[in-house]
């Protein structure tokens, strides 16, 4: 697997805000084109003889591999965060705030272990979220919840300056201790988030792999850190969920090497199949 990633240089607030509208976490369009698009005369022209010309690998498959299967758009985690599950796919404006708090945080989760990782560069688009203007949807409502930009700015000036996440532990964790604030003011109903957070993974987890690698790092990513979030609500409920936490336990252990993309991903069914035991275990 080859996997091209952003070079983030100079990645300032104001920089990194102008990169954001063209990188972001998020999928590129991978639809193929229509058969009938590829080969509108194939059928009239030999009726008797189609599945050669559609059923070989051909010119169809080939045409939508490179524009489809996480190439120059996609790749890299860079596939347009702008166009991303959370902005296309979940309107922000129609989410309820614990739900928009729980996709944002799972954006930061998934930047956080990226970086403590020492993936600088990965973690980079995931942890702007909290402060760059192209996010700006999902932090509606944050401030009355007690949300501390300046952490998150903490953080990301870190990453302008090249630091190693072990200097900024600190900072790291009280960004984290922030969002979990928040969480416990934004109320909601636990097994309601969990639920959206496992439908979001299926979502996103499905656009990142392609033929069995992993063609939109950025959405792997971002589906671990759904994982990671879900656990956390799962935590807190009482009497303590043993019993879904062992799932979302053995959800989270489906990226082998954390949010890091490796060559060989779990497959998508056995993700999607791993999150419908996570929703059957819900109190």
Known sequence: METKLKRWVGLGLGSAFLSTSLVACGPADESPPSPSDEQPAMSEAAPESPAPETGEGGE????SGEAGEGGE???GGESGEAGEGGEAGHAMEA????KRLAFMSGH???GLALYRAGEPQMAAPHLLHPVSETHQAEREGLDALGFDASLFETVSKALEDGKPASEVEPQLAAAEQNLAAMADQAGGETSEIISYLMDTIVEEYSIAITEGAV???GEYQDAFGFAVVAKAHAEKMEPKPDALIKQIDALIALWPAAPIPPENPSPVAQVMAQTSKVMLALP
């Open 108 to 110: 930061v989760q998934a």
């Open 60 to 63: 169809a498959a080939a045409a």
């Open 95 to 98: 989410l309820p705030l614990p």
């Open 73 to 75: 758009a996609g790749e």
């Open 215 to 217: 063609s939109d790092p």
